[in-house]
């Protein structure tokens, strides 16, 4: 449900995400089952454990994951498609973007601040590579 739930784009990501909550959830869980062994007893913290996964399978039948596989996750289109040199068969990896912009030399250092900040948005987005040159 993680997996298909998401757009392709961010599919990666949205997965590593699933996992980091996922081993937390397995660390936090260790210290309170044990805590909770520790302070009460072996069977009693497996009772209470078994309690708890029936209640999360009534919840389960409650609030299914499948509904939300019906939401339209294809990419909205609003960017124009780019113009290429040459057409690209299949996937051929790594594709180098460049963007030119002039800037009045007095607003040099504004434009520089403001394009660390949009490096690290596209770096957040999947960039493997980015950069600023300067003529």
């Known amino acids: 449900a993680a997996q298909t739930s998401v757009p392709a784009w961010v599919r990666a990501r949205a997965l590593s995400l699933y996992i980091v909550v996922f081993s937390a959830g397995m ?4 210290l309170g089952w044990g805590t909770l062994a520790q302070q009460t007893s072996t069977p009693i913290a497996l009772m209470v454990a078994a309690a708890g996964t029936a209640l999360a399978a009534l919840f389960a039948l409650r609030f299914r994951l499948g509904e939300a596989a019906n939401v339209d996750v294809t990419p909205s289109g609003h960017w124009p498609e780019p113009v290429l040199v040459e057409e690209i068969a299949g996937d051929r990896g790594p594709v180098l973007i460049t963007i030119e912009y002039r800037i009045a030399l007095d607003q040099r250092d504004a434009y520089l601040r403001l394009m660390r900040t949009l490096g690290r948005s596209r770096r ?11 003529d």
């Open 124 to 134: 957040r987005d999947g960039a493997v590579q980015w950069g600023v040159a300067e």
């Open 27 to 30: 660390a936090v869980g260790s």
